[in-house]
């Protein structure tokens, strides 16, 4: 299972992005998809996550300026940043945590980071 996660940059403060992670390979079910970020010199945080049934949970800081979502049928999650603000700038981490087809039990998975940087 691969994620490939897309859609960083660099914006001013109030700005706006869109992240997308796509997952692929041989999947069965993805129980969870979500984002994690890390800035320089601090642990890795939870952003946001949807589970398959669309319930989402935000860390605090996000809420009402965050919006994650998903496309099931394309194994796909998005997550709309909208009111960038500096503190936001990050190494975002899309993540999953799948059911494999042929396996009975879910897994997580990583992609790779993507920088969002968010100028004052």
């Known amino acids: 299972v691969q994620l490939q996660a897309s859609g960083g940059g660099l914006v001013q403060t109030g700005g706006s992005l869109r992240l997308s992670c796509a997952a692929s390979?041989?999947?069965?079910?993805?129980?969870?998809m979500g984002w994690y970020r890390q800035a320089p010199g601090k642990e890795r945080e939870l952003v946001a996550t949807?589970?398959?049934?669309?319930?989402?949970n935000y860390a605090d800081s996000v809420k009402s300026r965050f919006t994650i979502s998903r496309d099931n049928a394309k194994n796909t999650a998005y997550l709309q940043m909208n009111s960038l603000k500096p503190e936001d700038t990050a190494v975002y981490y899309c993540y999953a945590r799948v059911v494999r087809v042929g396996l009975r039990y879910a897994y997580d998975y990583w992609g790779q980071g993507t920088q969002v940087t968010v100028s004052s």
């Open positions: 949807i589970i398959s049934d669309g319930s989402t």
């Open positions: 390979g041989s999947i069965f079910s993805i129980n969870v």
